[in-house]
């Protein structure tokens, strides 16, 4: 019989993927569990997709092994027009520092995916701790960004998993449509896994440093594209506030945060005109709603802070009716800067 070896890189991939498919198992059990009720105390569960029918979704990579494929990722999501959200590791901020840079630089997110992916479901709540801090530190020291999200290596929570990293400042991000691509899964298996399971709010998830999935995403995003879904980050997606999160995962908006996007859609209407003169485009009105909606100005370009800033100014001000969003412009609207 022929001996087989593998490189120590084949080794942990192998490891990572015995480990993540038990994980998932384990993942959607727990989540069938709750759907049911069968279980006397409800356990906590991150956000595995939004309740939101604007068609919006995020595409997610866990980035944790080697970076041959990077290139290629970024040229093809550019190619269509889809912003990303990229969980990393520290471990890989080490080894591939320029890799976490260019994604970043091309107006990506960059998420926590841990230090040294260790299994955090039953970890020590101090060592948690410090490896979350870790990875948060290199990331913030290539992106000047300190990160917002969190996707726990391979899949797995407890409620004291939750708890801590909720306490940390970090929403905990899961998926509800698996490529399946870390499994081996063939392009074809990729492409019908995504398409079957994506509906509006729904996270997607691949995987870096894998062939397949560099095969199969120009497809998957085209067809995505031409549904009517609009790419964006899981910070784009997701509710900052005032939402609960049901027993299979899924993100709700409470009566608070929706009202308050009505508001803001209502006085955004009411500056339609200089809009249009100012040449603000759609994905900049959607930048600085987020800003808006996270009170920090500073995340959007110089020439959007003063018409963000004349939003909430007049937040207070407005009365939500039928006709709230009817692009009439106030009478003490100002003009927005070129």
Same mark, same amino acid.
């Given at each position: 019989?022929?001996?087989?070896?593998?490189?120590?890189?084949q080794i942990k991939r192998l490891a990572v993927i015995a480990a993540a498919v038990v994980a998932t198992a384990a993942v959607g059990i727990?989540? *069938?569990?709750?759907?049911?009720?069968?279980?006397? #105390?409800? +356990?906590?569960?991150?956000?595995?997709?939004?309740?939101?029918?604007?068609?919006?979704?995020?595409?997610?990579? $866990?980035?944790?092994?080697?970076?041959?494929?990077?290139?290629?990722?970024?040229?093809?999501?550019?190619?269509? $027009?889809?912003?990303?959200?990229?969980?990393?590791?520290?471990?890989?901020?080490?080894?591939?520092?320029?890799?976490? @840079?260019?994604?970043?630089?091309? &107006?990506? @997110?960059? &998420?926590?995916?841990?230090?040294?992916?260790?299994?955090?479901?039953?970890?020590?709540?101090?060592?948690?701790?410090?490896?979350? +801090? %870790?990875?948060?530190?290199?990331?913030?020291?290539?992106?000047?960004?300190?990160?917002?999200?969190?996707?726990?290596?391979?899949? %797995?929570?407890?409620?004291?998993?939750?708890?801590?990293?909720?306490?940390?400042?970090? /929403?905990?991000?899961?998926?509800? *449509?698996?490529?399946? $691509?870390?499994?081996?899964?063939?392009?074809?298996?990729?492409?019908?896994?995504?398409?079957k399971n994506t509906k509006s709010g729904s996270i997607l998830l691949f995987h870096n440093d894998l062939e397949n999935t560099t095969m199969?995403?120009?497809?998957?995003?085209?067809?995505?594209?031409?549904? &009517?879904?609009?790419?964006?980050?899981?910070? @784009?997606?997701?509710?900052?506030?005032?939402?609960?999160?049901?027993?299979? &995962?899924? #993100?709700?908006?409470?009566?608070?945060?929706?009202?308050?996007?009505? /508001?803001?859609?209502?006085?955004?209407?009411?500056?339609?005109? =200089?809009?249009?003169?100012?040449?603000?485009?759609?994905e900049e009105i959607a930048q600085a709603v987020s800003a808006i909606k996270s009170g920090d100005l500073s995340k959007i370009p110089e +020439?959007? +802070?003063?018409?963000? =800033?004349?939003?909430?100014?007049?937040?207070?001000?407005?009365?939500?009716?039928?006709?709230?969003?009817?692009?009439?412009?106030?009478?003490?609207?100002?003009?927005? /800067?070129?």
């Open positions: 019989m022929r001996a087989v070896t593998f490189t120590k890189g727990t989540v *069938a569990v709750n759907s049911v009720g069968t279980k006397a #105390q409800q +356990r906590l569960v991150p956000i595995y997709s939004v309740d939101r029918n604007d068609n919006k979704i995020a595409v997610t990579f $866990d980035v944790a092994w080697e970076n041959s494929n990077t290139a290629e990722l970024l040229s093809i999501l550019d190619e269509y $027009d889809a912003k990303a959200t990229f969980f990393v590791t520290g471990d890989f901020c080490d080894r591939h520092p320029k890799d976490v @840079e260019r994604f970043y630089a091309a &107006g990506h @997110e960059i &998420g926590n995916h841990s230090d040294a992916h260790p299994h955090v479901a039953e970890i020590a709540v101090n060592d948690l701790i410090n490896d979350t +801090r %870790e990875c948060s530190r290199k990331i913030k020291m290539l992106t000047g960004e300190e990160p917002t999200l969190y996707r726990a290596p391979y899949g %797995e929570y407890s409620d004291n998993m939750l708890t801590t990293i909720d306490g940390m400042g970090l /929403k905990t991000i899961q998926w509800d *449509a698996d490529s399946i $691509d870390w499994d081996g899964a063939s392009v074809e298996d990729i492409e019908k896994r995504i398409i199969a995403l120009p497809a998957i995003l085209k067809q995505l594209k031409q549904s &009517g879904y609009e790419f964006v980050t899981v910070s @784009e997606l997701i509710y900052p506030d005032n939402y609960t999160i049901d027993p299979n &995962g899924v #993100q709700k908006a409470t009566k608070a945060s929706i009202f308050e996007d009505e /508001k803001i859609e209502a006085v955004i209407a009411q500056y339609s005109n =200089q809009i249009e003169a100012a040449g603000i485009t759609d +020439r959007l +802070r003063p018409f963000a =800033q004349q939003v909430i100014n007049n937040l207070d001000n407005v009365e939500i009716n039928p006709d709230s969003s009817n692009g009439n412009n106030s009478d003490n609207s100002e003009p927005i /800067k070129k």
